[in-house]
């Protein structure tokens, strides 16, 4: 038996500055609320629970695919401290900050 996804998510914080320095660096990216979900969430109890509940409040607000030729890290200056390994590092629900 499947489990539907949730169809109510948070709405992305993107700048406009973020998304032209993707594009220009030919990044495949996503702001799709599947992807952004799918990666939002471990294997723990708690987030398995959330999931078949669709109470997630806050997921990642884009997925980057880096190529080959983008050191992404360096070329976008993602802030190791915002990645999430689930569950492990949890962002505030109410920050503005991308994450």
Not at 29 to 34: F, K, P
Request: with cysteine; hydrophobic share 40%; glycine share 6%.
């Amino acid at each position: 038996m499947s489990q539907n996804l949730p169809t109510h998510l948070p709405a992305p914080i993107l700048s406009a500055e973020l998304l032209k320095a993707i594009e220009q660096l030919k990044i495949e990216y996503s702001t799709d609320g599947a992807d952004r979900l799918i990666r939002a969430h471990g294997h723990t109890m708690r987030e398995i629970f959330l999931l078949k509940h669709g109470s997630f409040e806050r997921i990642p607000d884009i997925v980057i695919w880096p190529n080959k030729s983008c050191n992404a890290e360096k070329d976008l200056f993602i802030d190791l401290n915002s990645l999430t390994l689930g569950g492990v590092i949890k962002v505030r629900t109410k920050s503005p900050r991308i994450f």
